[in-house]
């Protein structure tokens, strides 16, 4: 078991635990995930590894609670141990030779994946530029973070509650055509979101690299869940990535694929939501 040994609720969604493990700290890279379970009867779901310490032994993950899964993760407090909590799994970010400023892109939750990327480039030496996108102001998380962790930081909010108002794709498009000499672009968030980052680069030929979160079961490769298909070949996103040139991604068949389970998991959250608020109204009384 994996015991929590810090929690910290970042807006009224997100949660980040760290968790105690000592093996996955020691060899975890950026862009690996783990793959947990919280119980006997609970499902298996993969988290990127948002940050690692090897001296303490911990292992940070940063979830949004959108599935009975995430949710029951987000009840747990310090002290609670995970039933599975296994990695590091993937393989990690690969920045080729001659790369010399890379520009972050991270829209939401995903932000959560982007900050150890910039982290760990901006402390190899890397110029390293970070766009950072939420709807608005109240859903903002790692803002701090991502200043300590990059050369320039940008954020946009899509309302303009906060930082500039408009989408992640018109401020990368700005600076591209402001004179900006990018080498590789990084872009991790909601599929949409990476989609048309890659429509925004592709034009100018500028690599881009994205992180792909199908449906995932195992994470060896033995169940297929999450297929993708990249430059017209069909590959694994747990043992082929989950980084790969975004601008070889099939991204229509993966956001088909990501809402085969749709009604199955609503169904399972609305159950746990009813068994809560009868818990609630016992109490009560």
């Known amino acids: 078991m994996a015991k929590i040994v810090r929690k910290e609720v970042l807006n009224s969604s997100v949660t980040l635990l760290e968790v105690e493990a000592p093996k996955i700290a020691r060899k975890a890279l950026p862009g690996q995930f783990i793959i947990l379970r919280i119980d006997d009867d609970g499902e298996r779901i993969p988290l ?38 296994v990695g590091p799994l993937g393989v990690p ?45 109240d859903i903002v998380i790692l803002e701090e973070e991502f200043k300590a962790a990059c050369t320039n930081f940008y954020l946009t909010t899509d309302d303009g509650t906060y930082g500039e108002k408009g989408f992640v794709t018109d401020k990368l498009k700005s600076l591209i055509e402001a004179g900006n000499k990018y080498d590789l672009v990084i872009a991790i968030g909601p599929v949409p979101m990476m989609k048309f980052v890659c429509k925004t680069t592709e034009p100018y030929g500028l690599k881009t690299l994205v992180s792909l979160n199908p449906i995932m079961v195992d994470g060896t490769g033995m169940c297929g869940g999450c297929r993708v298909t990249v430059g017209g070949k069909v590959k694994f996103a747990c043992v ?3 980084d790969f040139d975004g601008h070889q991604v099939d991204f229509d068949e993966l956001m088909n694929r990501n809402t085969i389970y749709r009604e199955q998991e609503a169904a399972a959250k609305e159950q746990h939501e009813c068994r809560m608020e009868r818990l609630g109204r016992q109490l009560i009384q």
């Open 48 to 85: 990127t590894i948002g940050d690692y310490d090897r001296e303490k032994g911990t292992i940070t993950i940063i979830f949004q609670k959108v599935g009975l899964t995430t949710m029951l993760l987000g009840d747990l407090n310090v002290g609670d141990d995970i039933k599975d909590f």
């Open 240 to 242: 082929d990535g989950p």
């Open 93 to 137: 970010t690969h920045i080729d030779e001659g790369v010399k400023r890379v520009c972050v892109v991270g829209g939401g939750v995903g932000c959560a994946i982007a900050y150890p990327q910039a982290k760990y480039l901006h402390l190899a030496g890397y110029e390293v530029d970070v766009i950072a996108g939420f709807r608005s102001k």
